[in-house]
């Protein structure tokens, strides 16, 4: 029986364990994987749930899960100054263009997309939007 695609055509494909939402963000996994040992980076964490929008309750709020929390290698410094949330897209959405505009309002941290050529784009650069306008 073949896999079930989803409405952009992807297969979901597991990968350590773990399934993937296209065979795209199991290969990047993978390839996390070789740059860990490589020590181009110092780890990544698959799928990390992060409260985007804190509600009243837990269902109230939103949550965002990324494909990978990337921490780069390196002494020196510490891993939540460099570190950033990753996720694989083929196709950028309205609905994650949302996801982004809250990004920017409420999380400190760095948010960015990988394409399957290998392209990145930061979506947020770790700084709350009102603090910037605070700062301005």
């Known amino acids: 029986m ?4 989803n409405k952009y055509g992807n297969n979901k ?9 296209s065979e795209g963000e199991a ?3 993978w390839e996390l994987d070789q740059k860990a040992q ?3 980076i ?7 749930r992060l409260c985007i929008l804190l509600g009243k309750t837990k269902a109230e709020s939103i949550f965002y899960t990324p494909d990978y929390w990337v921490v780069p290698s390196g002494l020196g410094h510490r891993p939540e100054d460099d570190s950033y949330y990753l996720d694989f897209k083929g196709v950028i959405t309205p609905a994650f263009r949302r996801v982004v505009k809250m990004w920017k309002l409420t999380q400190p941290y760095i948010l960015r997309t990988v394409n399957k050529k290998g392209e990145f784009t930061t979506w947020a650069d770790g700084v709350i939007q009102a603090e910037k306008e ?3």
Do not use: C, Q
Not at 2 to 5: E, T, V
């Open 134 to 136: 605070d700062a301005a």
């Open 38 to 40: 490589r020590g181009d």
């Open 13 to 21: 494909t597991p990968y350590k364990g773990i399934m993937w939402d």
């Open 27 to 29: 290969l990047y996994a």
């Open 2 to 5: 073949p896999r079930k695609m």
């Open 42 to 48: 110092a780890l990544w964490i698959p799928k990390p």
